[in-house]
T-cell receptor
Framework: DAGITQSPRHKVTETGTPVTLRCHQTENHRYMYWYRQDPGHGLRLIHY???????DKGEVSDGYSVSRSKTEDFLLTLESATSSQTSVYFC?????????????FGPGTRLLVL | QKEVEQNSGPLSVPEGAIASLNCTYS??????FFWYRQYSGKSPELIMF????GDKEDGRFTAQLNKASQYVSLLIRDSQPSDSATYLC????????????FGKGTHLIIQP
């Protein structure tokens, strides 16, 4: 498995609370991604990063922010969690961002917003 | 809106038979195509990728790509009960670092 860890693996929080999820990689890959997976929607891209301090929005970025201060860490923050953000969150990494860049996924974080 | 379509299934196949999974995509400029397998409660695991028209074989798996028809398929030969999972088709737009666009997945059941 690619050296990707996510923390926490499970979290229960309350509406309106800020939440930060961490993705850590040991592969020194340049590209990192955050996806969410929901029944009936499949995996959807939230944000991605193409280098330290270089990030961009994905398909479902509203309500989320990201930061990448080191190559190995990509943080996803829910500024004020809502029940609609209850989901499974996956981080992915890619060595290249070109058309041939294969993405490898971390183990996921299950988030429940009450 | 870039879309990737898959039959959600479940697709039930007898053990030892060939399982055929299909995927269509809307973005004609897509360049890279991936198949991931996902067991319940686990993360997606890469099975195969394909970039060029035609077939690509890896063990019991064959990916097929037809860009003119905007169609990707995955064949699993000699299906085993351990192949029972959800298979995700993913498409990457041409160039750049954009993330993958995923289909909703096909649930495959291999019957012993």
């Amino acid at each position: 498995d690619a050296g990707i860890t996510q923390s926490p693996r499970h979290k229960v929080t309350e509406t309106g609370t800020p939440v930060t999820l961490r993705c850590h990689q040991t592969e020194n890959h340049r590209y990192m991604y955050w996806y969410r997976q929901d029944p009936g929607h499949g995996l959807r891209l939230i944000h991605y990063s193409y280098g330290v301090k270089d990030t961009d929005k994905g398909e479902v970025s509203d309500g989320y922010s990201v930061s990448r201060s080191k190559t190995e860490d990509f943080l996803l923050t829910l500024e004020s969690a809502t029940s609609s953000q209850t989901s499974v969150y996956f981080c992915a990494i890619s060595e290249t961002g070109t058309a041939q860049g294969t993405q490898y996924f971390g183990p996921g974080t299950r988030l429940l917003v009450l | 809106q870039k879309e990737v379509e898959q039959n959600s299934g479940p697709l039930s196949v007898p053990e030892g038979a060939i399982a055929s999974l299909n995927c269509t995509y809307s973005d004609r400029g897509s360049q890279s195509f991936f198949w991931y397998r996902q067991y319940s409660g686990k993360s997606p695991e890469l099975i195969m990728f394909i970039y060029s028209n035609g077939d690509k074989e890896d063990g019991r798996f064959t990916a097929q790509l037809n860009k003119a028809s905007q169609y990707v398929s995955l064949l699993i030969r000699d299906s085993q009960p351990s192949d029972s999972a959800t298979y995700l088709c993913a498409v990457q737009p041409g160039g750049g670092a954009d993330g993958l666009t995923f289909g909703k997945g096909t649930h495959l059941i291999i019957q012993p």
